[in-house]
Nanobody, 125 residues
């Protein structure tokens, strides 16, 4: 079993920055492909970013490309999402997800077996 716990969310003004963290436990972290998704009220869950097991070749949604950076620290069993130049449309619950064992490297939610509880990010305009 894999447990994921997000932290770092909150309220920020438009143009500001936040860094989300997701701590994982339960299995060998370096075997997970890790992703971030988000869900705004009344909208479907959407892909934000993903990072491979080694940390290379990150994937991003077009809406966050150039503003968000995903990274991981396998020694700390943690994945990060650095969010810069935040916009009101980035307001959502952000969820960390893990694909174990990491084989698909997909932007689809279907590929991720494990999910965190989610954390609120609110961007005020």
């Amino acid at each position: 079993q894999v447990q994921l716990v997000e932290s770092g969310g909150g309220l920020v003004q438009a143009g500001g920055s936040l860094r989300l963290s997701c701590a994982a436990s339960g299995r060998t972290f370096s075997m997970y492909i890790m992703g971030w998704f988000r869900q705004a009220p009344g909208k479907e869950r959407e892909f934000v970013a993903a990072v491979s097991r080694s940390g290379g070749n990150p994937l991003y949604a077009d809406s966050v490309k150039g503003r968000f950076t995903i990274s991981r620290d396998n020694a700390k069993n943690t994945v990060y999402l650095q969010m810069n130049s935040l916009k009101s449309e980035d307001t959502a619950v952000y969820l960390c997800a893990a694909d174990y064992p990491g084989t698909s490297y997909s932007t689809g939610a279907w590929a991720y077996e494990y999910w965190g509880q989610g954390i609120q990010v609110t961007v005020s305009s």
